[in-house]
């Protein structure tokens, strides 16, 4: 039995590992809610860390699970910095509210219905 479990010490210190490969990924969960029947096409959310995509069709909420807080996103090639609302024109000249809700969390709809 010392044995055995020698064997297996010496197999895990040989082979090496680390703790990523017992702990389970992490990452924070973006939201998309498209309040417009238009599509968003495929929304990137921005981080430190690298972009990431979600397709953000009409009347949809849709997420995607990012590394850290997002620092913008950008649709139809207009970006919004975290933080600030803004309207942004989509492909078919419609207007629409980019707000965010949260650091992690945007909704988009018509900017009359924003009181």
Known sequence: MKRTIAI?????ATLG????AF?????LTFQVSN????????????TTSGDYYVS???????????SDTATSVTIY?????QGQNADITLPDQTVVAVIWTSPCSIIVLD?????
């Open 8 to 12: 297996l010490v010496a197999i895990i």
């Open 17 to 20: 590992f680390s703790e990523k």
């Open 23 to 27: 702990s389970q990924t992490s990452g």
């Open 35 to 46: 309040k417009q029947s238009e599509t968003l096409g495929t929304v990137t959310v921005s």
């Open 56 to 66: 953000a069709p009409g009347n949809s909420t849709d997420t995607v699970t990012i």
């Open 77 to 81: 090639g207009q970006t919004v910095p």
């Open 111 to 115: 900017p009359d219905e924003i009181d």
